[in-house]
């Protein structure tokens, strides 16, 4: 892997935050980016006292006009390393909410990605990567939360094509799957299955793009789970309480 920075969009997040403790462990310095620039501040001195790295707080958020121009800003033609997606917001309401809700779950979930991943690309090295946080709420659409996972379904068809566009020439695009994993998303949440493990997520998230994987189920047993969801039809689905 190429030594740049690894950049971490959305270094708040539960699963964010444990990726980009993963890569501290593993020596790397860190880019760390987020809304809330003191509470990245505070990320970015826990990690860089526990593991003696370097890591810089950045502010980035997809509500200010400026966005995402200051990613590309900051390297100074020092390639990054990688890049990785980890902002998301799921709305309480099962359609969505109000226009509001449902324009912001859109944006901050699929083109404030987009945005910034299109506006960074020329900032990574040809031989680092990119990882796309995305949801097996993408993979069917549920009663529950189906404007996230109409999102998520664009966002994971947007890594998709960029790792086809990249292919051979560019940084490398790993999509991740991710199934329930307790975090502040899913703080209080009940009836769904038990969240996995951040720590453990992130190991398998890093060993993923090590890997070079397109697209990679985390953890792994979602793949099965929803190659099984995917086929039943939609008669018997429709009446399961999933
Ligand atoms: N946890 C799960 O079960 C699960 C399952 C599938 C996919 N995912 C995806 O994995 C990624 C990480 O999830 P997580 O569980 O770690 O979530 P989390 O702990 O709730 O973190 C969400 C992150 O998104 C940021 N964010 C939320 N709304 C935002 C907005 N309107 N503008 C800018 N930033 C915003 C938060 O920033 P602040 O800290 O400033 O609020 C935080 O950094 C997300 O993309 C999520 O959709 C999670």
Redesign the pocket.
């Known amino acids: 892997m190429p030594p740049g920075r690894i950049a971490i969009l959305?270094?708040?997040?539960?699963?964010?935050r444990a990726i980009a403790a993963e890569y501290a462990r593993g020596g790397r310095d860190l880019l760390l980016c987020?809304?809330?620039l003191g509470?990245v501040e505070r990320v970015a001195q826990d990690l860089s006292l526990r593991y003696g790295v370097a890591a810089e707080a950045c502010l980035l958020?997809?509500?200010l006009p400026d966005y995402p121009q200051v990613l590309w800003r900051l390297e100074g033609g020092r390639p990054l390393g990688g890049v990785v997606w980890?902002?998301?917001?799921?709305s309480a309401a099962a359609g969505g909410g109000g226009p509001d809700e449902i324009r912001?779950t859109t944006w901050?979930?699929f083109g404030a990605a987009v945005a910034a991943i299109e506006g960074v690309l020329p900032a990574v090295d040809p031989k680092g990567f990119i990882v796309l946080?995305?949801?097996?709420?993408g993979e069917r659409g549920r009663r529950k939360n189906y404007v996230y996972g109409a999102a998520?379904a664009a966002l994971t068809t947007y890594g998709q094509g960029l790792n086809h566009r990249l292919a051979g020439r560019g940084p490398r695009v790993t999509v991740v799957q991710?199934?329930?994993?307790d975090?502040?998303?899913?703080w209080g949440m009940s009836g769904g299955p038990a969240?996995a493990d951040?720590e453990r997520v992130a190991r398998a998230i890093v060993q993923a793009v090590r890997a070079g994987k397109g697209r990679v189920h985390v953890p792994a047993v979602w793949g099965p789970i929803m190659l099984l969801l995917r086929l039943v039809p939609e008669s018997v689905f429709n009446r399961l309480q999933v």
């Open positions: 959305g270094a708040t997040s539960t699963v964010g987020g809304r809330s509470e958020d997809p509500d980890a902002i998301g917001t799921m912001e901050v979930n946080l995305s949801s097996v709420a998520k991710l199934g329930v994993v975090s502040q998303m899913t969240g951040p």
